[in-house]
């Protein structure tokens, strides 16, 4: 899709997302094969499954279908008589097509001037013949457009589709956007070449013993194989421990460190599981084995840290946690755009809170903390915001692992990791009755773009 036909759909969300009528377009959507159905069957458990949240995803997703996905876009509209819309694309669709025909540079014909032609209010410009003596007059030539409106001054039109050039600061310029730039820079950018790019550990508990006092985590098996298959996509050996005790999760996490990642380029963790609020110094959080013990997110980090894990020295080490960081629920605070839809009153999510636990020193901070080095090439992703629950759907999996996924799907190809994030933010933000934002600890020194 062209830059001019996004921002379009982008200018037009609210009302969109407002009134679009989901249910009678799929069929649409599919004879015109805008979609496949495994596409439609993720835009409709998009969010809670509310008309609302699937509208969305859907404008969403429709960015990402081509040059003509707009036009079509509006047919199917047409053919299932949501007219008003349809005519609001289109009508903007064509201004914005006239707008542009309207500044290219005007067809200059060529004119004669004579010396008594000339008046002083006309932009006309005069020049010696050298065909003939000078006797005093100027003889009348015939200019150009190319006399009249130098190349150097005639105004740059670009289309939509056309990248601007950017100043590479040599004076001169290339097509080569930033973020390609800085893909190709190691100064700017880690490089991630390797086959695999690294290893990915996934721990996913579900189910915790009664003496734990935890409830089973339905819907976390839909969070577990949605990263499985992202991160394999993304060029990582996966691997997958379900249902560990604190003591098991510590032992998978050395057994991690200790591995040779010379060869490699990057190192993932991602952590499904109960959590709660930790004393920390760090990094905030603790999550829960299924005997109900709590492992800190910071002795998680530091277990991949220079001493643990030299040969992940200078490399990337992300950290997924999918976990509550404490008990508040967040009601959040209105604002103009929120509608009724947003309540998801046939949803009824879950959380991943405990109660907050002091507990003995050892057990929520790592073993010499005076001793470890600065934190660096660390991104630790939490699923909400510290001191808050974490929002999980037994249908569908958890709203940040939902939304992390969705994102990375759509735009893991042409953007950095702390973009993705951003994005993944602002989608979670907008979702259900409570509310949840979630954000990173970010020690990284350079972007990081995925192999795709």
Known sequence: MDEADRLLLRRYRLPLVGELQVASLWDALLSRELFTPDMI???????????????????????????????LFISCLEDTGQDTLASLLKTSRQAA????????PLDLKPVVLGPE????????????DPSKPSQGKLAPVVLGPEELWPAKLRPEVLRPEVPRPGNIGSGGFTDVCPQDRAKGNADLAYVLNADPCGHCLIINNVNFC????????????????????????????????CDLT????????????????????????????????????QFPGAVYGTDGCPVSVERIVNTFNGTGCPSLGGKPKLFFIQACGGEQKDHGFEVASTSPEDETPNSNPETDATPFQEGPRSTDEPDAVSSLPTPSDILVSYSTFPGFVSWRDPKSGSWYIETLDSIFEQWAHCEDLQTLLL??????????????????????????????
């Open 41 to 71: 069957e993720d835009i409709q458990r998009a969010g809670s499954g509310s008309r609302r949240d699937q509208a969305r995803q859907l404008i969403l997703d429709l960015e990402t279908r081509g040059s003509q996905a707009l036009p």
């Open 97 to 104: 097509k006239q707008d542009v025909e309207a500044i290219r």
């Open 117 to 128: 032609g000339l008046k002083p209010e006309e932009l006309r410009v005069m020049k010696q």
């Open 210 to 241: 009664r003496e734990s006092g935890l409830m089973t985590r339905t819907g976390s098996n839909i969070d577990c194989e949605r990263m499985q298959r992202r991160f394999h996509l993304l060029q990582f050996a996966v691997e997958v421990k």
């Open 246 to 281: 604190a003591k098991q999760m510590v032992q998978a996490l050395m057994q991690l460190a200790r591995r040779d990642h010379g060869a490699l380029d990057c190192c993932v963790v991602v952590i499904l599981s109960h959590g709660c609020q930790a004393s920390h110094r």
């Open 423 to 452: 994005r993944v933010a602002n989608a979670v933000s907008v979702k259900g009755i409570y509310k949840q934002i979630p954000g990173c600890f970010n020690f990284l020194r350079k972007k990081l773009f995925f192999k795709t």
